[in-house]
Structures are given as C-alpha cells and as structure tokens.
C-alpha cells in the first residue's frame, strides 16, 4: 500500500546538537557530523535508524561544501540499506533541496546539482541549498528490477524512500545549522519527476515546491506499453526498423513540419500541425515489400502506426487499457528512435543479448519478470496481460502516483511546475498531458493556474533531441514559492554543440513558440507562444 503522511517526533540523536551559527557551517562542525547516528523514531516511516558513514570537506574554494554520506538502515535485515548523500554549503539559505533519480534508481544520481539547470546559472549548492538524494533503497543499475524480489526493497522503491530519505536529511540539517530548512523542494526528472509527484501526493506536508520533468507517474502502464512494443518488434516477422530506416522516418517528419512553426530550424515546435500534415504513406515500399533502407514495409508502416496511436495494454487499469502514444511522427529524431527499436531484430534474451534492445520493451520485461511473475527466466515476450489483471492492480497501486487529488499540498501552499519534451521516446508527452488534465478537471482551470504549471518543451526527447534544453526550473519555483512571482512564459536555452544558445519561449500548455518572422531566430523574443 502506499505510504501514509506521519507526523512524528522531529528529531533524535545519539551526539549532541551542535551549535552552530544560524546558517553557517565550518570545516569542524562538519566533520563532527561522522558522529550522529539518527534514531528510527526521528523517521516518519519503518527503518532501523540511520547512520553517517563519510563525512569530507568537497568543491572549491568559493564554492566549498560539507559532503555526507549515510545509510538508513531496513526493517528487515536481508533488504538492502538506503544509500543518501546530503551536501551542506557553508553559507546555507535556509531552504533544501531533494533530488531524485532515473529508471529503477539503484544508485545515487547527481545529489549536487538541479536537473537541467543552465551553465551559466550558479549550481544548487553555490545558491546557499542544502541537496540531497539516495539511491532508493536498493544497489543496481538503472534497468535491474531484480531487487523489487525483496518486500521492502520494493516498497521502498514505490515511494517509502522518499520519506525516509526527507526525515534524514532534515534531521542532519538540523544537526548541522541548529534548525531545519525555511522551505523544502523535489525535483526530478523520467523516474525522478515520478518521485516529485509522488513526493506532494504521499507527503504533502513535507513540500513547499516540486519540479517534475518528464514523470513516470504510472510506471506500470508505461512498462505494459513496453511489452507490447516488444511484441509488435521481436514476435512480428519483418516489423523491426533498422536505424537507417528510423533516419529516414525522423527526417522525413523534419522536412514536412519543420516549417510550420514559421522557422526553419530542424526543431518541429508545432507537432499537432504536424500530425495532420505528415503522410506517412509516402514512405510505404513498392507493394509494401522491403526494399531496402529508403521506404518502409507494411508490417513496418503498422509498428509506426501502432506507436502514433494510445497503445493497448492487453488489461484494464485504474487509468484505462491504453498508454499515451509515441510521438514517433511528432519530432523525434533518429536516435531516439532507434532507442525504442533497437539495434536489431533477433529475439533478445532475458538477461543479455548481442544487440541493443527497445528501452522501452527492456524496461517492461524487467517489471514482468521480477515484479509480475517473480521468475527471472520467464519469456515476457508471451506475457498475457490480462491472466494477471490481479496483480498488475495491486503494483499500481503501490507505486502508481495518478492521483490529482493534491489540495493538501495546494493548502500547505505548494506550487508545481511540470515539463515535458514533445519528442520524448521513453515517456510520452501525452502522457503527462493526461495528468495535467486530471487536475484541470480536478481544480479548473483558473484555480490550477493559480499553483500549476506545465511546459512542453519543442524538439526536446528524454534527455537530448534536436532542442536540448536547459532551464532554471528551481529559481522559477523559489521565486513564484518564496516571492510569489507568477512563473509566466519561461525561456530555454539550448545545449547541443552545434546550436548551443540559441533560445526559445517555454510556452505554457497547450501554446507553442511561433517564430515572428523577423528578429534573430536565436533569441526568445523573436517567438510567440501561440495557440493553432
């Protein structure tokens, strides 16, 4: 079951508070830190306490920090620990910042630093925040689900960490300052932005502010979606489409939209216009039969249309029995492309194969085997999700955070900015689309505007695309949090090499950025967000 809000004793330790200075910390103090060890019932969830492991001065002068790093110990002794990082500025602003990680976690993602922030933006930690994040519960990479075997390794992943992880890192902050943070963030991105969401939904009260990019917030829809992926690609004969081919697609969709946002600038910022003008017959071979790299089979035209549509799930969830389709003929480039293909067509098998393998049918296979059947060496590739409608229900409901019944945050007075890349090929855009409309009809519009925000982000896919955006997500929050300046339209700055600086409106949803027609295409006051 999902965790519940505890209101619990705020903080115990076997050392004695330090006193420092109100938002100040030097080199003794943090190095005294190697002593706490916080009791379990500092913890607003089950653990076994929590104990500092290293403690070390880090950064560079002008920009030194305390670095922390602990354990929260399980309930049960066979589950793994949960590994956190807590960074500490010297010069400390009062506020705190949890970060949170990617795929199935198992290790700690950049627990310094805010998620797409701009280069020329000071880092999280030079900004005086204190930064955290743990690895989830669990030790592994980002595609290993083997862990969830474990009950509580599980439950952690679903969401308990985040609590447990929060406790902690405030109990030190505490111990280090003398008092806990004015205001608390999350933020995150793909996993992470699940966890943000997760974060207001579970433990509202713990939150201030949440940035969520990218959120996997129905994980197990998204993972049955990858199973059908996966059938369409390794159980279809001839349906595979070769990176050549995914080239062609990409640039095929580029060459009849590009322009339709009234620039020319290889980034398709108008994909609804796109969709209604693309064909994709045109790149159906003579007969339907492969030819070769400069046309598309039948059996390829259907995987292509399969994705551009809400792709079944083969069971009825809380949510519904489609996943939100790909934005295969919105924008994506190649490489995202071939990232839901793979780099080839034979079957893969379950643990290693010779080829790179659809992400999103790799992801999938992971939770059918471990989560679903619990069988490391069970073909997901005959999985029938509907002779398991049992316990799917019971997984969405642990670690499914779909709920736009948020108003305990909104009362606590937080605010949310959502954003999403309209070529993202790991975790549709419509997906979190479907969010943003559930609160919508959940507030209405006038009121969701009031603590809400979301983006869509043109040309930008889960990490990269052809718009590789950076954006000052955390000033944008603290500002609208702390000052209550209304984030209005946002810019972002590109990063990829060639393009770097190059800038562009973050448009609030459903606009997009129209290029005026004059001015220089590289400054954000050249477009208009408008609407089709």
């Not at 330090?18 to 005294?32: G, N, R």
């Not at 090499?497 to 949803?509: F, H, I, N, S, V």
Request: with cysteine; glycine share 10%; charged share 20%.
């Amino acid at each position: 079951m999902k965790a519940s809000l505890c209101l619990c004793p705020l903080v115990l330790f076997t050392a004695t508070v330090l006193s420092a200075p109100d938002k100040s910390l030097i080199q003794a103090q943090c190095v005294a830190l190697k002593n706490v060890h916080i009791s379990a019932a500092a913890i607003g969830l089950p653990t076994r306490g929590a104990r500092v492991t290293t403690v070390a001065m880090a950064g560079h002068p002008g920009n030194q920090h305390c670095k922390v790093e602990g354990q929260i110990e399980p309930v049960d002794t066979d589950a793994p620990d949960i590994n956190f990082e807590l960074y500490l500025p010297l010069d400390w602003n009062g506020k705190a910042l949890q970060l949170g990680g990617s795929g199935f976690d198992g290790a700690i993602k950049d627990a310094d630093t805010a998620r797409l922030a701009p280069a020329a933006t000071p880092g999280a930690i030079k900004q005086g925040y204190a930064t955290f994040a743990s690895d989830s519960g669990h030790q592994g990479g980002v595609s290993d689900a083997s862990f969830t075997l474990n009950q509580e390794a599980w439950d952690n992943f679903a969401g308990a960490q985040i609590k447990k992880t929060h406790d902690v890192a405030v109990a030190l902050i505490r111990q280090a300052y003398g008092r806990k943070p004015d205001r608390m963030y999350f933020q995150g991105n793909s996993q992470g932005g699940h966890e943000a969401l997760a974060a207001i939904q579970r433990f509202p009260l713990d939150y201030d502010g949440a940035i969520a990019i990218h959120p996997v917030y129905n994980v197990v829809e998204l993972h049955l979606a990858g199973i059908s992926i996966g059938k369409a690609i390794y159980n279809t004969p001839g349906a595979w489409i070769s990176p050549a081919k995914a080239a062609l697609i990409a640039n095929a969709v580029t060459g009849a939209c590009d322009k339709l946002d009234g620039l020319a600038d290889g980034v398709v910022a108008d994909p609804d216009a796109c969709s209604t003008t693309f064909k994709l017959a045109h790149l159906r071979c003579p007969e339907g039969k492969d030819v070769g790299a400069s046309c598309l089979s039948d059996p390829q035209i259907a995987l292509v249309r399969m994705l551009d549509k809400p792709v079944p799930l083969g069971v009825s969830l809380l949510t519904g029995d489609h996943f939100a389709p790909w934005p295969i003929l919105r924008g994506a480039d190649a490489s995202a492309l071939v990232s839901v293909f793979g780099s080839g067509a034979n079957r893969p098998k379950p643990e290693a194969s010779n080829i790179i393998i659809s992400f999103p049918y790799m992801m999938g296979d992971q939770a059918v085997r471990y989560e679903v059947m619990r069988d490391a060496s069970y073909d997901s590739l005959r999985f029938d999700p509907a002779a398991h409608e049992t316990r799917l229900k019971e997984l969405a409901v642990q670690i499914d955070n779909d709920s736009a019944d948020i108003h305990a945050f909104v009362q606590h007075g937080g605010k949310l900015l959502l954003m999403h890349g309209t070529a993202d090929m790991a975790v549709p855009p419509g997906n979190t689309v479907a969010y943003y409309e559930k609160l919508k009809a959940e507030f209405g519009e006038q009121e969701l505007h009031r603590f809400a925000r979301f983006y869509l982000a043109p040309g930008f896919t889960h990490s990269s695309g052809t718009y590789r955006v950076s954006w000052d997500s955390l000033g944008t929050l603290d500002k609208w949090v702390v000052h209550g300046i209304d984030p209005g339209q946002q810019v972002m700055t590109d990063t990829n090499k060639a393009t770097a600086g190059r800038e562009m409106p973050l448009c609030d949803y459903p606009l997009f950025p129209r290029y005026n027609g004059k001015g220089d295409p590289k400054v954000a006051s050249s477009f208009t967000c408008a609407s089709r």
